[in-house]
């Protein structure tokens, strides 16, 4: 069973940048695509961006394509989300989690992710 431990968040203004990593324990993190998601208060989990166990892949919300890049380096366990022009509206705890299936396609539903990490809090100030 994959762990997951999600860092790198933290509070930046209105077109700053931010990197989140996502470090997996445990398992074969190489095995399995990878997604991010945020959650904001009072509002449910949305899909940010995900990408296959090879990285040939990726997929994006349309509220963050131009400003967010996935990305994974399988030999440290680690993936990442390099967050560019952040705005107010970015403003979430931010989750990782693995493909439930070991499929190459990638996929924006929460429910075919599994091993949630704890989340890393993103706040930008406007």
């Known amino acids: 069973q994959v762990q997951l431990v999600e860092s790198g968040g933290g509070l930046v203004q209105a077109g700053d940048s931010l990197r989140l990593s996502c470090t997996a324990s445990r398992g074969t993190f190489s095995n399995y695509g990878m997604g991010w998601f945020r959650q904001a208060p009072g509002k449910e989990r949305e899909f940010v961006a995900g990408?296959?166990?090879?990285?040939?892949?990726?997929l994006y919300a349309n509220s963050v394509k131009g400003r967010f890049t996935i990305s994974r380096d399988n030999a440290k366990n680690t993936g990442y989300l390099q967050m560019n022009s952040l705005k107010a509206e970015d403003t979430a705890v931010y989750y990782c989690a693995t493909r439930r299936k070991l499929v190459p396609v990638v996929s924006s539903r929460a429910y075919e992710y599994e091993n949630w990490g704890q989340g890393t809090q993103v706040t930008v100030s406007s």
């Open positions: 990408i296959s166990w090879s990285g040939g892949s990726t």
